[in-house]
């Protein structure tokens, strides 16, 4: 069974290197920004709704050009975490990735 878990992102933020999470650009179509993770706006798309749809987009991605059984969507700082702690920086999540080998 086959199951991935889009981190939906709109700027650079370090993600988890763990092959079950895939990074996504939402907004792709209209961003000026240039990401190095897979975008949104490929194959059937609504990328450019991204200001009305938020994340959406990458759900609405997900079901029509992802080969997955199961398919989860997070926010790009809010991961799924077995520790029980409460991070107060930017700086303590990436110790924490780090410290668990997801970068």
Not at 9 to 32: C, F, N, R, W
Not at 49 to 58: I, Q, S, V
Request: charged residues 20%.
């Amino acid at each position: 069974m086959k199951t991935t878990i889009l981190i939906a992102t709109h700027k650079e933020y370090p993600m988890p290197s763990d092959p079950l999470y895939q990074p996504i650009h939402v907004g792709k179509a209209i961003s000026s920004v240039s990401l190095p993770f897979m975008g949104d706006n490929t194959g059937d798309h609504i990328s450019e709704k991204n200001p009305n749809y938020c994340e959406l987009t990458a759900l609405y991605f997900a079901w029509k050009n992802i080969d997955a059984d199961y398919v989860g969507l997070v926010h790009y700082r809010r991961h799924f975490s077995l520790k029980k702690q409460k991070r107060e920086s930017n700086a303590d999540v990436h110790s924490t990735l780090v410290q668990t080998n997801f970068i």
